[in-house]
């Protein structure tokens, strides 16, 4: 069934806008979009049904190793979209979690998208949590939904929307169910029409906070305009090296050129 | 202009005072504090209506599949049903495709270029070399892998491989190795090359080396064919009919198994010698069971995986058809180049099990595993040609339409069941392919981890194949 989905759809009308299956000529684009999400959540088939691609899937976690990148176009804009490797979280430095987590901080995505299990949804918010911590722009994909309700699992969408302050859709990607809404969202996200306020955690471990406001006014001095202070201070309290050297050599501040010429929405 | 440079290294040495005057856990409890947060929205936006007959059913299955009395007997039984739809299967259309493109496609060929009077040093190497051995991989590779494939795709996407690394991961951390490694030597029973990249889901680097230099032990799908064509003729065929099938399909098994033995004794020694460490541990999570979509099943396997790897054959099968052509046809003194390669390699053959042929076979396949068997049968051809076996003359591959043929044909050159089982054992236990080295050195950066990965294999193939026909050759010869 769902080999037959995307065909069928290619042709007719996505609300106003349609999809254009790309393959891996992405050109230059538009837009980029980041998949993040927990391992065998299923982002490699949102990432094939909308590029058109056909990369290996796999019911094991750990399938997607190295990062893959397609293309679509979506209402008229291009877009380059990069499948990262399945990760629990972005706070230990194994390679997989250095990747994810150096793409959606370095790799500057328009938006990312944190495909989420359905039916696992208190395990994998923790990576969802910890990704909108890096960034403002991020769609949350609820995937799986179909076994989810198979399982007698009822996700409240909306409300999930309003806590955590990102559009929220519920797919269900081998069948193609939900993946209208998750392009319309992507593209709000990405050309700054939905501009989100994602929640941020509350620091409750004693003078964490302060230390963290203090860095936070050194980083500022040192990269102005630089985004997710908040997150960069967090990681030099914890001696992240790879954080500590892009400090040390400045590449840290092309990321606050760039977040200035692209334009937060 | 330094200016900048010192308020950054400022920066970094105020973060390395104040991490002094936080709590030493304030990294855990702030990922406590991520969980609680999911936690508490995860059970305000969750609803679970009613129980779930199909959680029930996971969990039941997850225990069958996993437990200590039913897990491992269930690993073994898949396999073997596996292997035997293989061998069952592919019998029918390799018949079919050898009758079609060795049988009739070789001499409608031949003649072709004598119609267009082509010269004999041109046809030569095109025709008996170049396109026969294509011919032969193709016949003999392509249904085992059609059917392989798909099977252990399905596999794969109904979610059991993880519950196999789950059932495995206590044998790989007691000879000191991650568990994750069981990943990597299931990718490993497709392709050693795709394995060693696997191993990349390895975070240490002392397990990912031990990952990478035993995964060799994993019978990739170039090996497959080879176990398969020669447990149905030498050891299939001990048995009566009715159960050649089984016998063959259980003696593939038992020496697959016996390659995952390997992998954890030569783990073991690995760890406890020259990789010595602490055993890391990681969670793996076990994914729900997916029924397979078994059309996109076929098509990914077929396309992707079988296609790709049929393709890299040919590749690598057509240059070393030329190359065979050459040594078996070029002559210096009073036989061929092959000639003098095999008679000096005779003894060595002899000691192991095996004979001359097979390990001229076996330097000529490094570029890739799947040509041994047409190597092996050009080269016998060759070999007993002298004493007039052979018609087709020298380096023409054979034409041989069913098993029985090809048996008789090996017979005739000296083989017995001992060189069957010895070419099985040699088969696990050899070098890997060239890519597969290429791809080892590529992921390690290091001749000496390269080195020790080529060569520790054939290593345990001497060792293994000698005692084998010492002990058979003992038993043979001893009072009846």
């Known amino acids: 069934m769902s080999a037959h989905a995307p065909e069928a759809c290619a042709g007719c009308p996505l609300g106003k806008a349609r999809l254009e299956k790309l393959g891996v000529a992405t050109g230059a684009a538009d837009h980029v979009v980041a998949l993040a999400g927990n391992p065998n959540t299923g982002k490699t088939t949102v990432f094939n049904l909308l590029t058109g691609l056909r990369q290996h899937t796999g019911n094991w976690p750990g399938k997607t190793i190295a990062r893959a990148e397609g293309g679509f176009v979506y209402a008229g804009a291009r877009y380059k979209i990069v499948d990262l490797p399945g990760t629990y979280s972005l706070l230990s430095a194994t390679p997989d979690e250095e990747v994810a987590r150096d793409f959606i901080l370095f790799g500057r995505p328009s938006v990312t998208v944190i495909v989420v299990d359905a039916a696992r949804l208190e395990r994998n918010l923790n990576l969802a949590l910890q990704v909108m911590q890096i960034t403002d722009r991020a769609v949350l994909c609820v995937n799986l939904i179909d076994e989810a309700r198979a399982h007698g699992i009822e996700v409240d969408v909306r409300g999930l ?53 203090r860095l936070d006014r050194a980083i500022e001095r040192s990269f102005p305009g630089v985004p997710n202070r908040e997150w960069i201070a967090l990681r030099l309290l914890e001696g992240d090296r790879k954080v500590i050297e892009a400090v040390r050599d400045g590449s840290l501040g092309e990321l606050a050129a760039d977040h200035a010429a692209t334009g937060a929405g | 202009m330094d200016d900048p440079a010192q308020t950054r290294e400022d920066l970094l040495r105020a973060a390395e005072q104040l991490r002094w005057d936080l709590p030493q856990d304030f990294r855990d409890r702030w990922v406590e504090n991520v969980y609680g947060e999911s936690a508490r929205l995860a059970a305000r936006r969750v609803a679970k209506t009613g129980a779930s007959t199909r959680l029930a059913w996971e969990r039941r299955l997850d225990r069958f599949l996993t437990s200590r009395w039913t897990g491992y007997p269930t690993m073994v039984l898949m396999l073997g049903v596996v292997l035997w739809l293989t ?49 032969w991989v193709v016949s003999v590779m392509l249904p085992p892998m059609a059917i392989f494939f798909p099977l252990f795709t399905i596999l794969e996407d109904f979610g059991y491989l993880p519950r196999v690394a789950f059932n495995l991961d206590h044998w790989f951390r007691r000879v000191g190795a991650h568990g994750k490694q069981a990943l990597t030597m299931s990718m490993g029973w497709g392709c050693n090359a ?57 003696s593939v098994l038992g020496v697959a198994l016996l390659g995952v033995g390997l992998m954890f004794l030569s ?163 050899h070098n890997p392919c060239s890519t597969t080295i290429y791809t080892i050195y590529k992921e390690t950066r290091s001749a000496k981890w390269t080195a020790v990965a080529t060569l520790l294999p054939v290593a345990f193939g001497v060792i293994l194949c000698g005692a084998v026909a010492i002990v058979w050759r003992a038993v043979a010869s001893g009072p009846p």
């Open chain 2, 87 to 135: 061998i069952e299967g592919a019998n029918v259309p390799s018949a079919l495709l050898a009758s079609l493109l060795v049988e009739h496609g070789h001499p409608w060929l031949r003649s072709l270029a004598e119609a267009a009077s082509l010269p004999g040093w041109l046809s030569g190497p095109l025709i008996d070399g170049l396109y026969l051995t294509t011919a």
């Open chain 2, 194 to 250: 795709a394995g060693v990249v696997a191993t990349r889901v390895i975070d240490s680097p002392r397990e990912r080396l031990i990952a990478i230099v035993t995964n060799n032990f994993s019978l990739c799908n170039g090996r497959w064919p080879t176990q398969i064509l020669i447990a149905t003729v030498f050891l299939g065929s001990l048995a009566p009919p009715a159960l050649a099938g089984l016998v063959a399909s259980t």
């Open chain 1, 161 to 213: 929307s309003r806590d955590l302050g990102i559009p929220v859709v519920a797919t269900a990607a081998r069948q193609g169910e939900g993946i209208d809404d998750l392009l319309r969202e992507m593209h709000a996200v990405a050309t700054g029409a939905f501009a989100g306020r994602p929640r941020r955690l509350a620091f409750d471990v004693p003078g964490l906070a302060d230390s963290v406001r």
């Open chain 2, 267 to 429: 783990s073991w020694m690995l760890s406890r010698t020259v990789l010595r460490g602490e055993t890391s541990t990681f969670s793996l999570e076990l994914p729900p069971y997916r029924p397979p979509n078994i059309l996109r099943t076929l098509y990914t396997s077929l396309i992707d995986r079988t296609a790709i790897v049929l393709w890299r054959a040919i590749v690598f099968a057509a240059p070393a058809g030329l190359v065979l052509w050459l040594i078996c046809n070029v002559r210096i003194g009073e036989a061929t180049i092959a000639g003098h390669m095999i008679h000096g390699l005779d003894p060595v053959g002899w000691f192991l099990g095996l004979n001359g042929v097979i390990l001229v076979a076996y330097l000529v396949a490094i570029p890739a595993n799947e040509i041994v068997i047409p190597t092996v049968l050009m080269l016998t051809v060759l070999a007993t040609g002298a004493t007039g076996v052979g018609e087709q003359g020298a380096g023409v591959m054979f034409e041989i339409d069913d098993q029985g043929a090809l048996g008789t044909l090996l017979r005739g050159a000296g083989w017995t069941p001992l060189t069957g089982l010895c070419l099985m054992l040699f088969s696990l236990c």
